[in-house]
T-cell receptor, first 115, second 113 residues
Framework: DTGVSQNPRHKITKRGQNVTFRCDPI?????LYWYRQTLGQGPEFLTY????????KSRLLSDRFSAERPKGSFSTLEIQRTEQGDSAMYLC?????????????FGQGTRLTVV | AQTVTQSQPEMSVQEAETVTLSCTYDTSENNYYLFWYKQPPSRQMILVIRQEAYKQQNATENRFSVNFQKAAKSFSLKISDSQLGDTAMYFC??????????FGGGTRLMVKP
């Protein structure tokens, strides 16, 4: 197991198209997080899962965004009807949560460019 | 809600010298954790050091140490004996019980030879 894997690494799409990103967490990590990072800024929390349950969603996650984690393994983040403002790096992280402190391990991200 | 302020957008330091990156935050939580993450150019975010808010002793991890002032809600990172590989974006991030990280805007650190 080499860490959190995200695919694709880069995605260029036309405005109005739908895109889907995939995140494979570290094996046996029960928590999975999605963040969005725009250029020169810190990442912003979008949503997180514990196993297959989506426990929290940020107000940043508009109704065009949907995330799933079927069977509590990999996760997908879909953006419908993309807008130029969706251009950003989408980061995935995972952790083994047992209560209290938990270290999150990040993937390399998927860079989305909407043209 | 938590807010995090990193007041130094960019800093530079000579190799082998010491540099301190500042961070202040606002939280209504009493028990939380604080992290510094490093994001090298085109590489993933990695954890540098963590501090548990209920511990008074400042955390140390090799060349990295923190100055945690709970009452002032201040959490600075000191890097000693800076190395070229320390060049990266550094993010301060409080975390309430592992639910999510709130990142600051980051400090871009350049280590010069």
């Amino acid at each position: 197991d080499t860490g959190v894997s995200q695919n694709p690494r880069h995605k260029i799409t036309k405005r109005g198209q739908n895109v889907t990103f995939r995140c494979d967490p570290i094996s046996e990590h029960n928590r999975l997080y999605w963040y969005r990072q725009t250029l020169g800024q810190g990442p912003e929390f979008l949503t997180y899962f514990q196993n297959e349950a989506q426990l929290e969603k940020s107000r940043l996650l508009s109704d065009r965004f949907s995330a799933e984690r079927p069977k509590g393994s990999f996760s997908t983040l879909e953006i419908q009807r993309t807008e130029q403002g969706d251009s950003a790096m989408y980061l995935c992280a995972s952790s083994h949560y047992t209560g209290g402190y938990t270290e999150a391990f990040f993937g390399q991200g998927t860079r989305l460019t909407v043209v | 809600a938590q807010t995090v302020t990193q007041s130094q957008p960019e800093m530079s330091v000579q190799e082998a010298e010491t540099v301190t990156l500042s961070c202040t935050y606002d939280t209504s939580e009493n028990n939380y954790y604080l992290f510094w993450y490093k994001q090298p150019p085109s590489r993933q975010m990695i954890l540098v050091i963590r501090q548990e808010a209920y511990k008074q002793q400042n955390a140390t991890e090799n060349r990295f140490s923190v100055n945690f002032q709970k009452a002032a809600k201040s959490f600075s990172l000191k890097i000693s004996d800076s190395q070229l590989g320390d060049t990266a974006m550094y993010f301060c991030a409080p975390d309430n019980a592992g639910n999510m990280l709130t990142f600051g805007g980051g400090t871009r650190l350049m280590v010069k030879p």
